[in-house]
């Protein structure tokens, strides 16, 4: 898209009829502001949404230090991004300019405003996701500075999570960065410090840890102390498709997550099989919108959030989540999903987050410029990662364990790995051993049709090998299969722990009222679109529960 249409998707101007029936779904009148008065400031939550009547509105970025203008609204614009809904803080400041006359609209107002004008809600939400997508896109933009070594196991883990909650950050890497000594010398710190993170001038945090980072940043938002209609334990395709029509449709929804939203899809750098897309979509633009309808309809979004443990009082499901107060619901969705099983060879553990990756985005395909990279796995995760880093990487060499990459991965893409030169195929090859000092150098590879070992220089490995629920905090009421999957419907209709008359819905555990979607789910198809669907399918399944009630 031409950055001059995306420019103009994220600052349209709202008619007079527009901006009047605006008011109206808010009824609220225009305040006065006098110049110079500050209507956000970077880091202020629960900040107002406005809409400029008369006068101007200056946005001001004070990541880089110095001020810099982003744009001026003038009549009929408004400020604001995504951030409005998602409860993080304001990363810019808005400043009225010679006296001004604004709609001043909370973000509760916005909320309503937002799913009783269906007309101002798109201009509103397109408005909000292009702004996020020019400042990604922006080389001038900072945001949040990260400090700290491509080889530490925490500067990655820093990344890694900010990523994923998608904060817009700048990484400052220790061994590429030449004005790096200068920018931990004018925080005081140095390279012992580090992973630091900071904003502009402020030091904010030194190597946090992830739950330090969320409440630092505004990431975690707390959850009320109210009993849920329906809470769902994973924020990946599944949990967010059922956050989405559960509080669209009224219930009283949360949604925990112990890392961020997305899941597995959420780091995918392409979806090229997803219904409607016909060019593809990477897992972030996915979970960008899907995060955004999850706030628009309000349900409440709680990271990092690890369910512990999981327990009944009466007909109600009880929730541990760390150190946080017990969550009390009245239906439960299980939507954790699986992980990658970890490479069984000597040598990984060492190199976890400093040479082995489980995931492929543009934060590891950095680590990758000029070298080799290697993908291990022969399914559809597998074959997207080998495509998106041959685009980074001088070469990518696909380890497979069989002699057949159809037997696993969809046609488009051997197609697509077939057609890419600097990748190559190495069928039934597995990793022997793994080298490096503080960080992955090489690794020893054997080829078991011929006994034939070989050594490849590499900085990181990729491996997308089988596939593991999370399932560790379930208690023994909710019956799975021999492989930890979670049964529901008919294979649990038979089971001791069932207690009504009724047979189980499709989508429901071996506990009434406690429901499964996803990857997690026994007998699944380990596809986004099937993922969406039953998360999707589950709510009604909740309506018919409480119906019960």
């Known amino acids: 898209m031409a950055e001059y249409t995306l420019r103009s998707i994220a600052f349209p101007v709202l008619t007079e009829a527009q901006t009047a029936q ?11 502001c006098r110049d110079g008065e500050t209507l956000i400031a970077v880091g202020d939550r629960a900040f107002k949404f406005f809409i400029v009547k008369s006068g101007e509105v200056e946005i001001l970025d004070y990541s880089g230090g110095e001020p810099k203008t982003i744009a001026i609204h003038r009549p009929g614009q408004f400020t604001g991004d995504v951030s409005h809904l998602t409860g993080m803080p304001a990363i810019f400041s808005a400043i009225a300019r010679g006296g001004c006359e604004v709609f001043e609209i909370s973000a509760e107002a916005l909320r309503g405003l937002l799913n009783q004008c269906p007309g101002l809600s798109d201009i ?28 530490s196991a925490d500067t990655f883990r820093v ?24 920018l931990l010398k004018g925080f005081g710190m140095t390279e012992a410090d580090t992973p630091v993170v900071a904003c502009a001038h402020l030091l904010l945090l030194r190597n946090p840890t992830n ?22 334990v994973g924020a990946g395709p599944a949990g967010l498709a059922a956050a989405v029509y559960g509080a669209s ?9 112990s890392v961020g939203p997305g899941g597995q899809a959420g780091s995918s750098m392409r979806i090229e099989n997803y219904l409607g897309f016909p060019t593809g979509l ?6 960008d919108r899907a995060t955004l309808q999850v706030n628009k309809f309000g349900a409440h979004l709680s990271v990092p959030t690890a369910a512990t443990r999981l327990s009944f009082e009466n007909k109600y499901a009880v929730i541990e989540a760390g150190g946080s107060d017990p969550i009390t619901t009245k239906c439960l969705l ?23 990756y489980y995931a492929a985005t543009v934060a590891e395909a950095l680590l990758c410029r000029g070298c080799a990279a290697i993908v291990v796995g022969g399914g559809n995760s597998a074959g997207q990662a080998a ?42 090859t597995t990793i022997r051993r793994m080298k490096g000092n503080s960080h992955l150098e090489a690794i020893e590879v054997v080829d078991s049709a011929n006994g034939q070992e070989r050594t490849i220089e590499t900085p990181a490995v990729f491996s997308f090998i089988g596939a593991m629920p999370r399932t560790d905090w379930l208690p023994p009421d909710i019956e799975r299969d021999a492989k930890g999957f979670v049964k529901t419907g008919s294979t649990v209709a038979q089971s001791k722990h069932w207690a009504v008359a009724r047979p189980p819905f499709l989508l429901e555990t071996s506990h009434p009222g406690v429901f499964a979607a996803g990857d997690v789910r026994s007998g699944s198809v380990k596809r986004v679109a099937s993922a969406v669907g039953e998360g999707a399918m589950s709510v009604q399944f909740v309506h018919e529960y409480l119906k019960e009630m």
């Open 211 to 232: 739950q330090q980072l969320a409440e630092e940043t505004g990431i975690h938002q707390s959850l009320e102390q109210a009993v849920y209609d329906l809470v769902v």
């Open 159 to 182: 990344r890694d999570f900010l990523s994923r909650n998608r904060v817009l950050f700048t990484w400052v890497d220790l061994e590429s960065d030449p004005e790096v000594n200068q």
């Open 387 to 428: 495509v998106f880093l041959a685009g980074h990487a001088s070469r990518v060499l696909l380890l497979i364990r069989g002699d057949d990459l159809n037997r696993n991965m969809s046609s488009y893409l051997v197609r697509r790995i077939e057609q890419t030169p600097n990748i190559e195929l190495l069928p039934n």
């Open 124 to 151: 509103i939400l397109q408005a909000f996701i292009a702004r996020r997508q020019l400042l990604r896109e922006s080389p001038d933009f900072v945001g949040l500075r990260v400090i700290g070594s491509r080889y």
């Open 249 to 257: 449709e009224g219930l009283r929804t949360a949604v925990l997550d």
């Open 22 to 32: 605006a008011a109206n779904c808010t009824t609220l009148a225009p305040r006065q």
């Open 282 to 287: 990477t897992g972030a633009e996915l979970t």
């Open 334 to 356: 299980i939507a954790t999903g699986a992980q990658y099983r970890r490479l069984n060879v000597d040598g990984f553990e060492r190199f976890e987050g400093t040479g082995v």
